[in-house]
C-alpha cells in the first residue's frame, strides 16, 4: 500500500480502517502522479475521480465546497518514504470570499477566519502560483509599520481586510489573472502543484543523498481540515500512552483548550495535564484512552499521539512510535510481553542496548539547566561532579571534604591514588586507551579524556575553556556517557535495583548464543563483572598490576638488571605478588575460564618519562650552580637512569618492543608470569575450589613466535602441573596475524581478536594521536560517522577478521574464537561478532548487560 | 639417475661418460640400500654383484685386491641430496699386512704407506667395528708422548709400526676378532657399515631439518684411490676454468708436487700457479687444458676442480660451478653467451643481480686485514674511509684536508652540510628508514645505521667500541653493503665503467616486461637513475625539499601559524622553491613520468626536538641565575614554541597525523603543492619539453579520503591547466587500502604499493624500534630468515597485495599499479611484483640496474 498511496497516504488508511477519529479524507497514488509526468499533463479520469471522493467527502463530512457549512482541506505530498520538508503543502484550501462568511458565523471569530485566509492566500500564491514570498511579506510589513503593530497576531480585523485586498491586487497585477474563486479549481491547481513539488530542487538533492529513485513520485493526501480553536469545546493536545520517562501505564500529556498545535507548542498558555481532560470533556476524555488503547494494540508500542478536539468531536492527527528513556524502554518491554501484545523476542528488539547504561551509572538529572563548556571523548559512562584539583595529592586530601574531580593533562600510574580517591577523571590529553580511560573504566568510574579545549597551567593553578578561567577547588562536571564537560555543581541521579531490567537479561541469556564474558585485572572488577552476568573473563591484563605503586619500583628495578641474574631475582619478588593475585581472581571467577594475557606494553611504560628525569636533573643542577650544595652523585644516579631510559627510548612504542616480543628477548618473564599462574591454581583446587585459566600470548604475527612463546609456557605448566590441561592461545591483533591465521592456529587452542590494536594497525590509527585530533574533522566531512574504535568497521577490520576465522577453523575445526577488544561492548560489533561464529565476547563489566542484550538481538534477528 | 645412483654416483657416472680422467670405480644403488634395510641384511645377489664389479675394476685399473700392484678403494655414502658430512666414509680400503709391502716398494714411501694404513685402521675400526676414535687417538697420543713429537707427520715409520701393532691389539681386544685382513671382507663389511649410517643420529637430525624422506636410502660410490705424492711426477691441485675475480678466459690456479690435497689446504709449502705445471709435465698440462674445455663445454659454465696427478696420470677428482666474484660472474655470463654455449636468458639467470652492487660502488679491497670493530646496518651501499668527526659543523670543516667520516647518534636534517661533506656516514641509532639512511642512499654514499654498540659521548668527543676508546680525528672504515665497520683507514678499489655490464642490461631490458623507475627527490638523482637507466620516476618525495636549511624556517613558520592568512602567507614562500625543484627534475626526466608524492611526515618532523628546547631553555636559565642576564624574552620566545611542540608531540607518529590526513585537514598545503607541480610542468612545456608529472596522495586508508583529496588537487589543476590530464593516484600502504582497493580505485588513476609502511603495519613493526634492536634474536631464533623489510613478506605482505591487485583490477581494469617501497630494489620482490602483474618497480638510483636485471629473470623464470 506504501508503494502506491505514499507513507503519508496508507498510514491515514490504516487509522481510518481501525475506526480511528481521524480527519476524514482520500488519496491521490503516486501511479496518478506518474503517469501526470508521462503525459504532461492531468491523467485521463482523474479530474472525474477528484470530483467523486470528493463528493463522498462532503458527505462523510457533511460540510460543502463553497456551502455554508464550508469543507476546507489540506492538500500534501506524501512519497513512499518519508522525504520531510522537501516537498510542498497547502492548507486551509476552499476558503473565499463567500465561505469565509460562513466560517465568521459559525466561530464568532472573524480575526481567526481572516487570517487563516491571508495564510491560505500567501501560501497558495506561493506554492501554486510561483509568486514570490518574499511580495506578500512586503504587504504584511507595510501594514505592521502603519498600524504600529508587531506581532502578526496582534493584526486587527481590519488591517487583515486590507491586507487580503492588497495580496490579491498583487496575485491579479502578477498573474493578469485573478485568484481563485472556486474552490474545486483551488483544488486542482493544488493537486498539480504538489506533483511538481516531486522534482523540486531541494527534492531532487535530497533524493539524490537518500538513493531514492526519481521514478517513485509523490502520493497525495487530502484531508477534512480541523480547528481545536473554535471555542471551549474545542481543544489540542499531544500525549503518551505510557510515561516516556518511567515506563508506568498511565496517559502522560497535556493539552489546551480553543487553540492550535501552535499554541501549545508556543508555550504562551500554561497547558493541562491529560488527566484535567476528564474534568472538562469526560466523554472526549474517555473516547481518547479507548484510542490510545486501541493505538497500542494495533502499533503494539507505546505511542506519541497529537490530537485536536473540534466542537467536542476528537481528532487524531499524528501517532508514531514513543520515544522514551532506557528506564521506561526496558519496563514498557517487558510489560507489553506481560500484556501479550509482543514476544519476548520482539520485547528485547525494541530496546537499545546502550540506552541500559542509563541503568547503570549515575547520570545528570534532566530537571536542571546545565553549563556545557567543552566536549571531549566518553571514555567511561556515569556522570560526576565535585571541586576539580589538578594533582592527584591535593584531590585525595580535599575528598575528605566532599565531591573531587581529578583534572590533569593525562594521568600515569603516579596518579592512581587521586583516581580512587576522585568521582570522576577529566584529561585534556589522549584517547581511549590512555592511562586515565583504561584505568576509569576498569574502576567503573565517570571519566572524559582528550578534551582539547581545556587548558590547564598546573603552576598556577587554573584552567581555562572558552575564555572563562577557573581555579583549583571550584566546582565541575562531567557525563562520561557523552563526554560533556559542565561548569558547576549539578544533580545526579543514582542508579537503583530494577526488576525489570532483570527479567529483560533472563530474556536476553534464554536466547544468545553468543558467550559473554569481561575483561577485569582485579578481584573487584571480576566480581562486579559476576553480579552483571558474565561468565568468565576474556581479558586479564597482568601488567596493570605491575603499576601498584608497592611494585612498580621492583618492576622498575627488573628492567633495569644488567644481567639475568639481577634480572631473575626482581623477578621472583614479583612472582609472589602475582601468584596472589591470581588467587583472588580466580577465586572470584571460581569455575568460569579466566584467560589471562602476559605481559604486553613496552617495557618503559614502567619507567618514569624521560622529561620527568631531565627536569630533575636540571632542578639539581641548578640547585648546586646556586647554593653549591653537594648533588653531584644523586645527578649521576639520575643521569645512569636517563641513559636506561633513552636506550629503551622508542619512536612508535605501540609497533615496537611489546607483546611476545619481550618474551622472546626475556623468556624468564614469561615463565614468571606462568609459574605464578600454576601455582595459584594449584593453590586454589587444594582448597577445593575450580580454577579456570587460559594463557594468552599477546601480539603474535608469524606462528613462530607463538611456537617458540608456546614452548617456554608449556615446559614451565607441565613441570609443575604433571596433568597440564590449560589452554594456551594468542590474540589475533596484527594483520599479518589474520591473514597467518591458518599458520598460527596450529599452535594455538584459542584466538581472542585484539580488535583495539588491530584497528590502530589496519587504519595505521594510534589512539592517542587520532581520537582527540582530526578525528572530529573526519566526523564533519563525513569520512566515517561512528569511530572505528568503537564499532568494527566491517570492511576493514571486520575483512581481516573474516579472513582470519575461515582460515583458523579450516585449520582447527574446534578452536575457541572470541574477542577482548573494547568492540567486544558494543551492540553493531556485537551482532557482527555473532555473524562470525564467534564462541563469545569480552567487555568491561559495566558493559556486561549491554553484551547480553546485543546478543540476544543479534541472534533474534539472524532468525529473521 | 639421481634417484637411483645417488648425487656422488650419479655425477662419477656422467663425468666417465664424458671420457674425463677420473678414478675409476662402481656404484652400489639405492635400491640395494633400501632392500638392505626391508631384509635387515645383504640383499640377495649384491655380493656377487659386488665381487664382479671389482673384477672388472681390477682389470680397468690393472691392479688387484691383495695383489702385487694392490687395488686400494674409498667407499663413500652418496644420497639422492648432498648431505654433507651425515653419513661414513672408507678411505685406503684394501690396506693389509701383504699390500703394504707391495705399496712400500711401489712408492719407496716406507713413511706415507705406514701412515695411510694407521689411518685406514683407525678410520674402519671407528666407522665398521664401532670402536671409540678416542681410544685410538689414546695410543697416538703416547707414541707422540714418548717420542717427544708433536705433529702426526713427524712420527717416525718405527714409531708408526708401533701404533699399527697396538691399534690391532685393541681390535682384538675389543672386538674378540682380529683385524679383517681380507680386503674383500673389508669391502662388505665397509658397505654395509655406508648402508647403516643413513639411520645414524646426525643423518636422522639432519633429513627432518631439510625434509628429506627417511625412506630414499643412501647409494654407495666404490672409486680407485689415487696419490699424488707418489714422488715428483704426481701432484695434485684446484684451478677454475675462468678467473674468479675478473672473470678473464684463462686457467686460473695452482698446483703442488708430490703432495696430497691436504698439503695444498694447509698452506706448509707455497703452490705454483697452473701454468707452470706445462714447464714440469707438458703432456699433463695439454691433458689438463682439453679436460677443462670439456668440463666447461659440457657444464657450460667456469668450473672450479680438483686434480691428482698421479704418476704423470691425471685423475679429476671433483668438479663444480665456481663462485665468483659480481665482475667475473658478468663477464663469465656475457663471455659464454658469445661462445654460444648458453643463451642470453641462461646468462642473466647466472647472475645474482645483488653483485652488481660491486660494480656500482667503492668496494673493499680485498687484498688486505681488516680489523672489524662493529656490525650495523647496512643502510647504503659502498664503502668509506677516512677520519671521524662527531658533529656536522668539524666534519665539514676538517673534510677539507681529507676524507672524512661523520659519525654521530643520529642525524637530523640540521647536519645535511656535514653529511654531504663526508665520505661515509655512521650512526648508533635509527633503522633503515631513519634520516641518515634515506639521504645517504639519496646521494649514493655508504651508510651503516643502527650500530647500538658504539657509544659516542659528544661532550668528550669520543667513541667506545668493545673496549678500546677512539677520539675525534681517527681513523675509521665502513661498509654500507654489509654494514660492517672496521678501525683505520682501509684501501677501496674504485667502480670502472665495464662493457660487460653494459651488454647484461641491455639484454635485460629487451627480456624484461617490468617498467623501473627510480626513487628520487633531487635533479641530481634522477640523472644519475637516468644514466643507470630508469625509466621514470615512482616516488619523488616533495618533504626531503622542505628539510632544506633555507626553507626549514619558513616551514616551520608555517607550521607555527595561528591563523590560515599566516600559514598561506609562509605557503606561498615555498610554492616558489617547490615551483623550481619541480622544474629541475621534470627537466632531468624528461619525456618520462614523475610521480610527485604529496606532504607525508608528520608536522612535527620539521621542528626542533623536545629535548633540544628543553636544553636551550634550560641553559638560559642557568645564564640568568648566574649572571642575573636579560633572558626573560627569550626564555618566552622558546617557551612558546616548546608549548606548540607539545601540542603537535605523538605518542606514535608512524600512526598518527601524517600523510592524506595533513591534507583533508589543511588542504591549502597540498593545493600549494598541486599549484607549484601544475605551474611548473607548464613552464617546460612552455620551453618545448615533455614533463608528466603523476600526483600521488599518501597513507590512504578509506575511499572517501582521496575522494576529498583528489577534490581539491583537481579544483586546483583545472583552474590551472585547461585540458587538465595529470594522473592522480595513491599509495596502497595500510592494510585497509589493500583490503578495500575496489573502493579505492574509484577515485584512483593508479595505486603504487608503499610496503615499507605495509610491512610495518602488517606485522606491527615500527622500523626504528626493531631493526636495531629485537630483530637479531628473531635471526637467531629463525623466526624469519631475511628481515621482511628488505625482501617482501609473501604470506602477509604479499597477501595483501594480492588481494589489493584482485580488487583494483576488478574495479578498474586498466588502473596503473607500481610498488615505490624498498622492495622495489630486491630481486626477490621484484619476482614476486612482476608474478603479481604490475606494471613498475621504483627504487634508489644505484638499485635501478639490479632491479633491471631482476626484472628480466622474473620474466625468464616465469616462462619455465
Chains 1, 2 share one sequence.
Not at 552476568?533 to 576474556?538: D, L, P, Q, T
Request: aromatic letters at 6%; charged letters at 30%; hydrophobic letters at 35%.
Amino acid at each position: 500500500m506504501k508503494n502506491l498511496l505514499g507513507g503519508k497516504g496508507s498510514n491515514l488508511c490504516e487509522m481510518t480502517k481501525l475506526g480511528l477519529p481521524v480527519p476524514k479524507g482520500f488519496v491521490i497514488s503516486t501511479q496518478a502522479c506518474i503517469n501526470f509526468f508521462d503525459s504532461n499533463d492531468f491523467p485521463e479520469g482523474l479530474e472525474q475521480e477528484l470530483n467523486d471522493s470528493l463528493m463522498q467527502l462532503e458527505k462523510q463530512t457533511k460540510k460543502q465546497f463553497s456551502g455554508e457549512n464550508p469543507l476546507l482541506v489540506s492538500v500534501r505530498s506524501g512519497a513512499r518514504t518519508s522525504m520531510p520538508g522537501m516537498m510542498d503543502t497547502v492548507l486551509n484550501l476552499g476558503l473565499n470570499e463567500k465561505t469565509i462568511k460562513s466560517m465568521i458565523e459559525k466561530t464568532k471569530n472573524e480575526r481567526f477566519v481572516l487570517d487563516s485566509y491571508r495564510r491560505f492566500i500567501q501560501m497558495f500564491s506561493n506554492v501554486v502560483l510561483n509568486l514570490e514570498h518574499d511580495k506578500f511579506e512586503e504587504i504584511l510589513e507595510k501594514e505592521k509599520q502603519n498600524t504600529e503593530t508587531t506581532k502578526d497576531c496582534d493584526l486587527t480585523a481590519e488591517s487583515l481586510k486590507k491586507i487580503i485586498k492588497e495580496y490579491k491586487n498583487l496575485v491579479e497585477q502578477e498573474t493578469k489573472n485573478t485568484f481563485p474563486e472556486e474552490p474545486k479549481q483551488q483544488l486542482i491547481l493544488a493537486v498539480k502543484a504538489v506533483f511538481n513539488s516531486w522534482n523540486n530542487k531541494r527534492a531532487i538533492t535530497y533524493r539524490k543523498l537518500n538513493k531514492i529513485p526519481d521514478s517513485w513520485g509523490t502520493g497525495v493526501v487530502i484531508q477534512e481540515m480541523v480547528f481545536g480553536n473554535l471555542g471551549e469545546t474545542s481543544g489540542t493536545g499531544v500525549c503518551f500512552t505510557r510515561n516516556p520517562s518511567n515506563g508506568i501505564k498511565k496517559l502522560y500529556g497535556e493539552f489546551l483548550l480553543n487553540a492550535q498545535g501552535e499554541d501549545v507548542v508556543a508555550g504562551i498558555r500554561t497547558p493541562r495535564i491529560i488527566a484535567e481532560l476528564n474534568e472538562v470533556m469526560p466523554e472526549v476524555f474517555e473516547e481518547f484512552k479507548s484510542v490510545c488503547e486501541k493505538l497500542e494494540k494495533h502499533y503494539k508500542d507505546m505511542q506519541d499521539t497529537e490530537f485536536t478536539i473540534e466542537d467536542k468531536k476528537l481528532f487524531l492527527l499524528q501517532t508514531r512510535n514513543g520515544k522514551r528513556t532506557g528506564q521506561a524502554a526496558v519496563r514498557i518491554a517487558v510489560e507489553l510481553v506481560e500484556e501479550k501484545l509482543i514476544s519476548k523476542q520482539e520485547a528485547l528488539l525494541r530496546i537499545n542496548p546502550l540506552d541500559l547504561n542509563q541503568l547503570l551509572h549515575k547520570r545528570i538529572d534532566p530537571k536542571q539547566k546545565l553549563n556545557e563548556i567543552a566536549l571531549g571523548l566518553n571514555a567511561s559512562p556515569g556522570a560526576a561532579s565535585g571541586r576539580m584539583f589538578f594533582d592527584a595529592n591535593t584531590a585525595e586530601k580535599e575528598s575528605e571534604k566532599g565531591n573531587v574531580i581529578l583534572v590533569r593533562h593525562e594521568t600515569s600510574p603516579e596518579d592512581i591514588h587521586g583516581m580512587i580517591a576522585s568521582k570522576g577523571i577529566l584529561t585534556c590529553r589522549g584517547g581511549n586507551t590512555s592511562h586515565a580511560a583504561v584505568v576509569a573504566r576498569g574502576m567503573g568510574k565517570p571519566c572524559v579524556v582528550g578534551c582539547e579545549e581545556i587548558k590547564i597551567d598546573y603552576s598556577t593553578k587554573t584552567l581555562k575553556v572558552e575564555g572563562t578561567e577557573l581555579n583549583q577547588g571550584d566546582f565541575i562536571s562531567i557525563d562520561g556517557t557523552t563526554g560533556k564537560v559542565f561548569l558547576g555543581e549539578i544533580k545526579l541521579i543514582e542508579p537503583e535495583p530494577y526488576k525489570f531490567f532483570s527479567t529483560i537479561l533472563e530474556w536476553s541469556d534464554e536466547i544468545k548464543t553468543l558467550g559473554v564474558r569481561t575483561n577485569a585485572d582485579t578481584p573487584k572488577d571480576a566480581k562486579k563483572a559476576v553480579e552483571l552476568g558474565a561468565k568468565g573473563i576474556g581479558l586479564c591484563r597482568t601488567e596493570h598490576m605491575f603499576f601498584d605503586a608497592k611494585r612498580l619500583p621492583i618492576v622498575q628495578k627488573m628492567i633495569l638488571s644488567s644481567s639475568f641474574d639481577e634480572r631473575k631475582k626482581h623477578l621472583d619478588e614479583l612472582e609472589k605478588m602475582q601468584r596472589k593475585d591470581f588467587e583472588e581472581i580466580f577465586e572470584a571467577m571460581d569455575g568460569f575460564p579466566v584467560t589471562i594475557r602476559l605481559i604486553d606494553p613496552p617495557l618503559h611504560e614502567f619507567l618514569p618519562s624521560k622529561e620527568k628525569l631531565l627536569r630533575e636533573i636540571n632542578r639539581l643542577k641548578r640547585k648546586r650552580d646556586l647554593n653549591n650544595s653537594d648533588v653531584l652523585e644523586e645527578i649521576a644516579v639520575k643521569k645512569a637512569l636517563l641513559i636506561k631510559i633513552k636506550e629503551l627510548h622508542e619512536v612508535n612504542p605501540m609497533l615496537g618492543f611489546r607483546g611476545c616480543r619481550i618474551g622472546i628477548v626475556y623468556p624468564e618473564i614469561i615463565e614468571m608470569q606462568t609459574r605464578a599462574i600454576a601455582e595459584a591454581a594449584l593453590n586454589l583446587k587444594n582448597k577445593g575450589l575450580s580454577p579456570k585459566p587460559e594463557i594468552m600470548i599477546p601480539l603474535v604475527g608469524i606462528a613462530k613466535e607463538l611456537e617458540l612463546s608456546r614452548k617456554k609456557v608449556e615446559k614451565v605448566l607441565s613441570d609443575l602441573i604433571p596433568e597440564n590441561n590449560i589452554p594456551i592461545g594468542t590474540m589475533i591483533e596484527l594483520p599479518r596475524a589474520a591473514l597467518t591465521a591458518d599458520e598460527i592456529a596450529e599452535h594455538a587452542d584459542f584466538f581472542s581478536f585484539g580488535t583495539n590494536d588491530l584497528t590502530q594497525t589496519t587504519f595505521g590509527f594510534s589512539r592517542d594521536d587520532v581520537e582527540g585530533k582530526f578525528f572530529n574533522k573526519y566526523f564533519e566531512e563525513k569520512i566515517f560517522s561512528v569511530s572505528p574504535f568503537v564499532s568494527v568497521d566491517i570492511s576493514g577490520v571486520g575483512k581481516l577478521m573474516e579472513i582470519a576465522v575461515g582460515h583458523a577453523k579450516k585449520a582447527k575445526e574446534n578452536i575457541k574464537l572470541g574477542i577482548c577488544g573494547e568492540h567486544g561492548g558494543d551492540p553493531a560489533s556485537i551482532e557482527f561478532c555473532h555473524s562470525l561464529g564467534l564462541s563469545y565476547v569480552s567487555c568491561s563489566p559495566f558493559r556486561v548487560p549491554i553484551a547480553r542484550l546485543a546478543a540476544a538481538q543479534a541472534k533474534i534477528k539472524e532468525k529473521k
